[in-house]
């Protein structure tokens, strides 16, 4: 940790900082060989120098901290005046993309090593281009980007505020790769403002309190009412709105970089998606809202979106007044995933591996993400199964150990126990009660996977405390056996019908309950634990085994528990990924089989996470034929459609989810185990 106070931060003197963008400048001249700009900032910043993108961040982390972003210019400057320019945005609300708290920012420029500006030589603009009140674009994530682009920014005055304690970042720079867009189709545009658009998200857009947002009512403009009163022809409307498709060989995260010429002032109205329906992008195929505008007078502009977002079709919506002269995207990627080199295979294997990497790289820039547009939010679980992605194609585990810290930092200050781990961070949750159980249960394992994958026996050895409330938790809800019994939060498994069977002991869960007991004791040389682990073990094994397949849950019937009938492929498949049954059991030929023999309804497993659990297990049986097969059979329709690995088996969620990166892993080293097979034959 470095120490407190090294950079002087401010923040510009305004009473409210919700959906507020400052833009801080300066002018250089030096002759200096190398020049390196340090910052800090809570939220979102975009360096430019010259008018050139230079980096995206920060890198997150927990509340009360903030990583130093240390970034190389050199390249960047001219001779005579250069200027330095930061865009820092400030979100100011509840959300699973960022830590709630008082936005900061601060710098300092180093020519060969020499502090030649700090942040007293910045001036603090605000970018009144950017519309203040308008929509959130998910439950997830922050505003979105509308623009009335005049480009008056007003200088405003700085105050001091509080300089957080200081982190290094382990991550990798992005190397900002430019991807340019073909164009693919185009068409006609019509408004028909009695076209609607209601469900769960747009109840909560109307209000605005539950997401801490502006209420539609409130709003200078409402973004999603736009998009909706357009219905979308294949054939040119005179005088009217059009619409141009560009796309991309794979879905890409990045920064949007837009070129057009205005003849009259006008607005743009930008979509973005992984799929393409009908012949045009749907801004709500997810259920949020995928879209940016801006308003232009005449003039060349070069648009940035500030944010990141993930997307192969990008779709304008414009009027005969403008010329679209180039779409591209800025990737903001890991580097280091990107340098893998996929060994000789089979090309359907080879799609699958390229889509693995692809999602691995896009949902592991600063920390691990579920997906890049929807949330970019840092969950557990998901972390568990990337962790193991990260090592495979990088060799080394730099982003998930920036992942662990951050949790490892967190206070314990949302939730009434320290023991409730949040199921994603940095974050602020909406309720007290928004933690998922199980979820705490993978962090402990994945603790464990880290210890095992890289030696760095210091760092588990800081979470003793926090191993030690977890144990505390738990021990709240154990019944007369020691099992889990009527969890609260969020008592959720994967999405599947096994989510359906949580009341009462779970039988999932209590199996991850063993298994977190196991580790901490190992970790901790608690021979008490692992024996507690042992134990419970046999008595879920009682419990829940009918001879042929587990049951997913017992409850209280006259006060005494009761297995029920309910049977998950999720929860058969967690008793063969660690073991529960002896070795030689039958129960793993069914498994083997997918229960085709068993006469009860085996309810299937989703995507995420028990068919990529399933793999793991195939593997660590040495199937490897299988598990070739059953990726072949998953995976390679979304790899060809996207270049990435989804979220679920359907196109209805995200079609870029950083978990499924596993796959390629295990894919990989079954493959390799094979043609070692065959050449021994």
Same mark, same amino acid.
């Given at each position: 940790? *470095? $120490?407190?106070?090294?950079?002087?931060?401010?923040?510009?003197?305004?009473?409210?900082?919700?959906?507020?963008?400052?833009?801080?400048?300066?002018?250089?001249?030096?002759?200096?060989?190398?020049?390196?700009?340090?910052?800090?900032?809570?939220?979102?910043?975009?360096?430019?120098?010259?008018?050139?993108?230079?980096?995206?961040?920060?890198?997150?982390?927990?509340?009360?901290?903030?990583?130093?972003?240390?970034?190389?210019?050199?390249?960047?400057?001219?001779?005579?005046?250069?200027?330095?320019?930061?865009?820092?945005?400030?979100?100011?609300?509840?959300?699973?993309?960022?830590?709630?708290?008082?936005?900061?920012?601060?710098?300092?420029?180093?020519?060969?090593?020499?502090?030649?500006?700090?942040?007293?030589?910045?001036?603090?603009?605000?970018?009144?281009?950017?519309?203040?009140?308008?929509?959130?674009?998910?439950?997830?994530?922050?505003?979105?980007?509308?623009?009335?682009?005049?480009?008056?920014?007003?200088?405003?005055?700085?105050?001091?505020?509080?300089?957080?304690?200081?982190?290094?970042?382990?991550?990798?720079?992005?190397?900002?790769?430019?991807?340019?867009?073909?164009?693919?189709?185009?068409?006609?545009?019509?408004?028909?403002?009695?076209?609607?658009?209601?469900?769960?998200?747009?109840?909560?857009?109307?209000?605005?309190?539950?997401?801490?947002?502006?209420?539609?009512?409130?709003?200078?403009?409402?973004?999603?009412?736009?998009?909706?009163?357009?219905?979308?022809?294949?054939?040119?409307?005179?005088? /009217?709105?059009?619409?141009?498709?560009?796309?991309?060989?794979?879905?890409?995260?990045?920064?949007?970089?837009?070129?057009?010429?205005?003849?009259?002032?006008?607005?743009?109205?930008?979509?973005?998606?992984?799929?393409?329906?009908?012949?045009?992008?749907?801004?709500?195929?997810?259920?949020?809202?995928?879209?940016?505008?801006?308003?232009?007078?005449?003039?060349?502009?070069?648009?940035?979106?500030?944010?990141?977002?993930?997307? $192969?079709?990008?779709?304008?919506?414009?009027?005969?007044? *403008?010329?679209?002269?180039?779409?591209?995207?800025?990737?903001?990627?890991?580097?280091?995933?990107?340098?893998?080199?996929?060994?000789?295979?089979?090309?359907?294997?080879?799609?699958?591996? $390229?889509?693995?990497?692809?999602?691995?790289?896009?949902?592991?820039?600063?920390?691990?993400?579920?997906?890049?547009? =929807?949330?970019?939010?840092?969950?557990?679980?998901?972390?568990?199964?990337?962790?193991?992605?990260?090592?495979?194609?990088?060799?080394?585990?730099?982003?998930?150990?920036?992942?662990?810290?951050?949790?490892?930092?967190?206070?314990?200050?949302?939730?009434?126990?320290?023991?409730?781990?949040?199921?994603?961070?940095?974050?602020?949750?909406?309720?007290?009660?928004?933690?998922?159980?199980?979820?705490?249960?993978?962090?402990?394992?994945?603790?464990?996977?880290?210890?095992?994958?890289?030696?760095?026996?210091?760092?588990?050895?800081?979470?003793?405390?926090?191993?030690?409330?977890?144990?505390?938790?738990?021990? /709240?809800?154990?019944?007369?056996?020691?099992?889990?019994?009527?969890?609260?939060?969020?008592?959720?498994?994967?999405?599947?019908?096994?989510?359906?069977?949580?009341?009462?002991?779970?039988?999932?869960?209590?199996?991850?309950?063993?298994?977190?007991?196991?580790?901490?004791?190992?970790?901790?040389?608690?021979?008490?634990?692992?024996?507690?682990?042992?134990?419970?073990?046999?008595?879920?094994?009682?419990?829940?085994?009918?001879?042929?397949?587990? =049951?997913?849950?017992?409850?209280?019937?006259?006060?005494?528990?009761?297995?029920?009938?309910?049977?998950?492929?999720?929860?058969?498949?967690?008793?063969?990924?660690?073991?529960?049954?002896?070795?030689?059991?039958?129960?793993?030929?069914?498994?083997?089989?997918?229960?085709?023999?068993?006469?009860?309804?085996?309810?299937?497993?989703?995507?995420?996470?028990?068919?990529?659990?399933?793999?793991?297990?195939?593997?660590?049986?040495?199937?490897?034929?299988?598990?070739?097969?059953?990726?072949?059979?998953?995976?390679?329709?979304?790899?060809?459609?996207?270049?990435?690995?989804?979220?679920?088996?359907?196109?209805?969620?995200?079609?870029?989810?950083?978990?499924?990166?596993?796959?390629?892993? *295990?894919?990989?080293?079954?493959?390799?185990?094979?043609?070692?097979?065959?050449?021994?034959?």
């Amino acid at each position: 940790m *470095v $120490k407190i106070g090294e950079f002087n931060t401010v923040w510009g003197a305004l009473k409210d900082s919700k959906n507020v963008e400052l833009i801080f400048n300066c002018e250089i001249k030096t002759k200096k060989e190398k020049i390196v700009v340090e910052l800090v900032t809570r939220d979102i910043y975009n360096l430019f120098v010259n008018g050139e993108f230079v980096s995206y961040g920060p890198a997150r982390t927990a509340k009360g901290y903030a990583r130093i972003e240390r970034l190389d210019i050199s390249s960047y400057i001219t001779d005579g005046k250069n200027v330095i320019s930061v865009h820092v945005l400030s979100n100011d609300a509840r959300s699973l993309h960022l830590a709630k708290g008082a936005p900061f920012f601060g710098t300092r420029i180093l020519a060969d090593g020499e502090m030649i500006k700090d942040t007293d030589d910045f001036h603090c603009y605000l970018n009144t281009d950017r519309m203040k009140k308008v929509e959130r674009m998910s439950c997830q994530r922050g505003f979105l980007e509308v623009y009335d682009v005049r480009g008056n920014y007003p200088e405003i005055g700085k105050v001091s505020v509080s300089c957080p304690q200081l982190l290094e970042r382990r991550t990798s720079y992005s190397k900002n790769s430019v991807k340019k867009a073909s164009y693919v189709l185009s068409g006609g545009v019509e408004k028909d403002e009695n076209n609607t658009w209601v469900d769960d998200f747009t109840k909560l857009l109307d209000t605005g309190e539950w997401l801490e947002a502006y209420p539609r009512k409130e709003c200078d403009l409402v973004l999603s009412e736009e998009f909706v009163s357009f219905n979308y022809k294949k054939e040119v409307v005179p005088d /009217g709105l059009r619409y141009e498709v560009y796309g991309f060989p794979h879905v890409i995260t990045g920064k949007f970089v837009i070129k057009v010429k205005v003849m009259e002032k006008t607005s743009i109205w930008v979509t973005f998606d992984d799929l393409l329906k009908d012949g045009y992008v749907r801004f709500n195929r997810e259920r949020i809202i995928h879209g940016l505008k801006w308003t232009l007078e005449t003039g060349e502009y070069t648009l940035y979106s500030q944010e990141v977002y993930a997307a $192969k079709y990008i779709q304008l919506i414009t009027d005969k007044c *403008v010329r679209i002269q180039d779409v591209s995207i800025i990737c903001v990627e890991n580097p280091d995933v990107m340098e893998f080199k996929i060994p000789p295979m089979e090309e359907a294997l080879r799609t699958i591996v $390229k889509a693995a990497q692809n999602s691995l790289a896009q949902n592991a820039y600063d920390l691990f993400t579920d997906c890049p547009t =929807r949330e970019r939010s840092g969950w557990l679980c998901d972390s568990y199964f990337m962790g193991k992605a990260e090592y495979f194609f990088t060799g080394q585990n730099k982003v998930e150990k920036d992942f662990l810290e951050n949790y490892l930092l967190y206070d314990g200050e949302l939730f009434e126990h320290k023991g409730i781990i949040p199921m994603c961070y940095p974050a602020q949750p909406p309720t007290k009660e928004e933690y998922i159980p199980a979820w705490i249960l993978w962090y402990v394992l994945e603790l464990e996977d880290y210890k095992k994958r890289t030696g760095d026996n210091e760092f588990v050895e800081r979470h003793r405390q926090r191993f030690a409330d977890i144990l505390d938790f738990f021990q /709240g809800y154990e019944n007369e056996y020691g099992l889990l019994e009527n969890l609260e939060g969020w008592v959720f498994v994967e999405w599947s019908k096994a989510t359906d069977f949580v009341d009462g002991v779970n039988i999932p869960t209590n199996i991850l309950y063993t298994e977190a007991l196991r580790a901490i004791g190992e970790m901790l040389e608690r021979d008490e634990l692992i024996e507690k682990s042992a134990n419970l073990r046999q008595i879920i094994r009682d419990m829940a085994f009918d001879g042929e397949v587990y =049951r997913d849950n017992a409850i209280r019937v006259d006060g005494k528990l009761q297995i029920t009938p309910n049977v998950s492929e999720f929860n058969q498949t967690i008793v063969a990924y660690f073991r529960l049954e002896p070795e030689g059991s039958k129960f793993y030929g069914r498994f083997k089989e997918r229960f085709k023999t068993v006469k009860k309804k085996v309810h299937p497993a989703a995507l995420f996470i028990g068919s990529v659990l399933r793999l793991m297990t195939l593997y660590d049986m040495g199937e490897y034929k299988l598990v070739l097969e059953e990726c072949k059979e998953h995976f390679l329709e979304m790899a060809e459609l996207t270049g990435t690995l989804w979220e679920m088996f359907g196109g209805n969620a995200s079609c870029n989810h950083g978990f499924g990166a596993v796959v390629g892993k *295990v894919l990989c080293e079954a493959a390799s185990k094979l043609q070692k097979e065959r050449r021994n034959v």
